[in-house]
């Protein structure tokens, strides 16, 4: 069954090979920028990471004018906006973004205000509202979770309302993504393993959507394909660069498909746990992906079915509702096997989420831009109670 | 040349429409709930109307431009009457930017449900107060 309606854009050129970072020559000649802003954070600098890429990009005779390296984990408007005027100070005419989400969202918005100025919240919060183009953007990934470097997407926090902001535009969708495993070779086991889950949300959430599309679809089948035949030996050592290389490709395939299909009520209620009580965002969305899978159930076992050959559920028959609850148990036995590892925690509890503090992430799930696209009404008081659950 | 005769029309047409909606308690309430200021920006025919929700009773603003709004709604005159119709997918509209929301994009979503009596209405309103012509079967 085709949708009435779809629409697929994928103008980010995307190259992928352990080591490619140290040599960019060939990728780079194809952007038109000279002089870049570096946009990165402590710890990628740390593990040299980010010297690793200076070197590349200066055999590709580019030139870093700037660099802005204080992306914190959740990064926050003011931080874009300092970046952004650092990239003006310095005159770049480019980013090139180092890290995980956070980095290469700052980038992303710092340059929508570098090209288009005005303010991020009064000008470009909603939908349709950024219009191109903006300057070249180099995405270089070192954590294999948000997919960033192919989506439309910036999530940036608002210290203000407790929120995060989700900008959304074609605009936003890099000109070069690099992926490079060597660079996600020395992220710890629990970063692995949230980061990991956080695409295979995507990919589900992707997989269930009403937005859903055949290219979405296949995409998203391979994103959760190779996550699932990868996690656990990356998890389990940090330098099977297939095993890593895998991870990263399958972000950028769960990327693309969440950023045309839309994430749903997974994801809202990680918002908002983010937003309230600092929830890193791949592990809340590892605790809750069961369970606002069971939620949106009634509405999408049919389709959720259709990946327990993908997801090689222990399933027995055609029905579609016991094969739907074979996926979720399969994704439970996964999360379950990470925990036994040390890699992630099960329960909201251990992750400083307060029994009272419920209520007010279900009142915020609902209001979260996610519940648009989540295939079943999101009401507060029915996630509430698969928050309790995920106590 | 757009579906509408004038922009006049257009502008009273829809005013009036607003103003009906805010005179239903059922819709009024929710939308006097959010607190939002919404403006309408149409083209084909050019006209901008502010939905005012922040104080007790709806306010209806024809031509008003100076409002700083909480949500900024651009699309054209004639999508947004099928909208009225209920003939519009917003999902489908806003990714094909037949139709852009600027400001908390979710707090509008919220008010689908609450608006949705106002589909079946909108032609009623339309055969009552002669603009039968503009009626989409």
Redesign the interface.
């Given at each position: 069954m085709l949708p009435?309606?779809f629409?697929f854009r994928m103008p980010t050129r995307v190259v992928y090979g352990p080591g490619l970072t140290s040599d960019l020559q060939a990728e780079l000649a194809q952007v038109p920028a000279v002089r870049y802003l570096a946009v990165s954070d402590a710890t990628v600098v740390r593990l040299g990471l980010l010297d690793r890429v200076m070197g590349g990009m200066a055999t590709a005779g580019c030139e870093v004018v700037g660099r802005f390296l204080d992306v914190p984990p959740n990064s926050e408007l003011g931080v874009v906006e300092a970046c952004a005027a650092l990239a003006a100070a310095c005159g770049a005419e480019a980013f090139v973004a180092v890290g995980g989400g956070s980095v290469i969202d700052t980038a992303k918005m710092a340059a929508v205000l570098l090209a288009l100025g005005g303010d991020l919240v009064d000008?470009?919060?909603?939908?349709?509202?950024i219009d191109g183009p903006l300057r070249p953007l180099v995405a270089i990934p070192t954590t294999a979770g948000t997919g960033s470097e192919v989506t439309s997407v910036a999530v940036i926090y608002d210290a203000d309302s407790h929120t995060k902001l989700a900008f959304s535009s074609p605009s936003l969708m890099p000109d070069l993504a690099v992926l490079d495993p060597d660079l996600t070779s020395s992220l710890p086991p629990g970063l692995t393993a949230s980061t990991a889950m956080d695409a295979l949300t995507h990919a589900v959430e992707a997989w269930v959507s009403?937005?859903a599309s055949p290219i979405t679809d296949a995409l998203a089948a391979k994103a959760i394909d190779l996550i699932l035949g990868c996690v656990e030996r990356a998890v389990r050592a940090g330098d099977d660069l297939e095993a890593r290389g895998g991870l990263l490709v399958a972000s950028s395939l769960a990327g693309m498909a969440f950023s045309h299909a839309m994430v749903g009520c997974v994801h809202g209620m990680a918002h908002a746990a983010g937003g309230l009580y600092g929830v890193p965002h791949g592990v809340a969305n590892a605790i809750l992906l069961p369970y606002g899978l069971e939620y949106n159930l009634p509405e999408t076992h049919v389709k959720l079915a259709a990946l327990a050959l993908v997801m090689q559920a222990d399933t027995t028959g055609p029905a579609t509702l016991p094969a739907a609850e074979a996926v979720i148990a399969a994704i439970r036995a996964l999360t379950g096997r990470l925990h036994d590892l040390g890699a992630l925690p099960l329960r909201l509890r251990d992750v400083g989420v307060p029994a009272d503090g419920l209520p007010d992430i279900a009142a915020a799930t609902?209001?979260?831009?996610t519940?648009?696209?989540n295939p079943r009404e999101v009401v507060a008081e029915d996630i509430l109670a698969q928050l309790e659950r995920a106590f | 040349m757009g579906l509408f005769k004038s922009s006049e029309e257009f502008e009273e047409m829809l005013s009036g429409f607003f103003r009906l909606a805010g005179s239903r308690p059922e819709i009024a309430r929710p939308l006097l709930d959010s607190r939002l200021i919404i403006r309408f920006t149409y083209s084909d025919p050019d006209v901008v109307i502010v939905v005012d929700c922040s104080g007790d009773s709806l306010d209806v603003r024809p031509g008003d431009t100076t409002t700083k709004a909480t949500v900024n709604m651009t699309m054209k005159a004639e999508i947004a009457h099928r909208f009225w119709f209920g003939k519009v997918n917003l999902m489908q509209a806003l990714t094909r930017r037949q139709m852009t929301a600027k400001g908390p994009v979710p707090k509008i979503l919220q008010l689908l449900p609450a608006i949705k009596p106002l589909y079946a209405i909108y032609p009623e309103y339309l055969r009552e107060n002669g603009y039968a012509d503009y009626i989409v079967s």
């Open positions: 009435d309606f629409e000008d470009y919060s909603g939908s349709g509202t009403p937005q609902v209001m979260d831009g519940s648009f696209y | -």
